[in-house]
Every structure is written in structure tokens, then in C-alpha cells.
């Protein structure tokens, strides 16, 4: 059937790649990621787009007000063409940029499906029972499912970005921070956590803690 709406058209190939490596520059980010989206609408690219400029910057007022047009006028088929990896980004950006309730409710879903890729991770790093600190140093990556793979640890940031995002949100209740703060004091050098030596096997130091 044809369309008149333009970001209702198909973009032309097939997807055949996954721009898992983000690039520095933020416009040829948005060119390589495209190729995951051949043969979806024009609106799942637009819609990465803004994705993308907003974990940048997410004070950029063009692109917030572009994420939510685009997410309310489209909804129906983002909802049918993403995957659980672009869903998932989608709750990102609504963490990053949603009102207090929408930005809660949007971090349990993060936390929760994250959680089921870091505990795919886990099986992946282990050797006859116990975590392989040897393994945690490379770049193992398996598919797990909705178009996500186990989280990269070495030099992935996703751990890091959802546990910073985690304390944004709970900054803005100081009960619930001073809890938390304190929940936090105590997991860090605690040895039963097994999120420390997944964090620690980072090469980016900034990112060798869990709880920040």
C-alpha cells in the first residue's frame, strides 16, 4: 500500500548491520545507525535521531520537543517496527527527559530489562561456577533476545549510564536518596556483589565502580 506520508515510507535494502559501535561524531552516528533501519518506515530513523542528539545533549530543546512529536505522532508503528533494544532507548531518553513520574516509571523498565542481559552476562563469564575475571577483560559478545546482546563489559558504558541515570532519579526524593546513598556506601566494597568485578573489569576508570 502506498503512503503519502513520507515517514511512513520504507527506506530501500535490507538491515544487515547494527551500529553497536558509536561513532564521535554525532552526524555520522546518525548516517551508520541508519543502516539498521533499511526496510522500516523513514519515522524509525527520525525518531533515532533525536535518540542520539538528545544522550548527547539532553537540554537540546529541538530535538526534545522532536522526540515527543515524533513518539506521539507515530506511536503505533515505533511500537511494531522497533525492537526491544530501540524500546529500551526509547525509556532511556524518557529517564533522561521526562517529568518526575514518567522518568521513574521509565527507569524500572531500564533496570529491569537490563537486568536480563546482565544476567545473561553473567552465565556467559562463567567457568565451572565462578565468575572468570579472565573472560570479564574481552569483548564477549552473544545475542540474548529483542535485538540486544550481553552487555559489553570492558569497554561498554551501558552499566555506567543506567546506574547514573538510577542516581538521577532518586536525587529527586532526599529520603529515598539518603537510603540509598547509604545502600550504596555499603555495596561498594562488599565482596558478594558480583556487579563490583563486572564494573571493575572496565578499562575506563570513571566507569570501575557500580554504585557511583
Not at 4 to 33: Q, T
Amino acid at each position: 500500500m502506498q503512503t503519502s506520508d513520507p515517514l511512513l515510507k520504507k527506506i530501500p535494502g535490507v538491515a544487515v548491520a547494527r551500529n553497536l559501535n558509536r561513532k564521535a561524531d554525532i552526524e555520522d552516528n546518525v548516517v551508520e545507525v541508519r543502516k539498521e533501519f533499511l526496510g522500516k518506515p523513514e519515522v524509525c530513523h527520525k525518531m533515532v535521531t533525536h535518540i542520539i542528539h538528545l544522550r548527547r545533549d539532553p537540554q537540546n530543546w529541538e530535538h526534545r520537543q522532536g522526540f515527543w512529536d515524533t513518539w506521539n505522532g507515530y506511536k503505533k508503528t515505533l511500537l511494531k517496527e522497533f525492537d526491544v533494544r530501540w524500546l529500551l532507548s526509547v525509556c532511556d531518553t524518557i529517564v533522561d527527559i521526562g517529568n518526575n513520574v514518567q522518568s521513574a516509571v521509565a527507569m524500572n523498565i531500564v533496570q529491569c530489562i537490563n537486568g536480563t542481559n546482565v544476567h545473561h552476562t553473567i552465565c556467559v563469564n562463567v567457568v565451572n561456577g565462578n565468575l572468570d575475571t579472565n573472560r570479564l577483560s574481552q569483548e564477549i559478545k552473544t545475542p540474548t533476545w529483542g535485538g540486544m546482546q550481553t552487555a559489553d563489559i570492558p569497554t561498554g558504558d551501558m552499566i555506567y549510564n543506567m546506574m547514573c541515570r538510577l542516581d538521577g532519579v532518586i536525587q529527586l526524593d532526599p529520603m529515598l536518596n539518603e537510603i540509598w546513598c547509604e545502600i550504596k556506601d555499603r555495596g561498594r566494597s562488599d565482596k558478594q556483589v558480583l556487579m563490583n568485578y563486572f564494573c571493575g573489569a572496565s578499562r575506563f576508570k570513571h566507569q570501575r565502580k557500580f554504585f557511583q
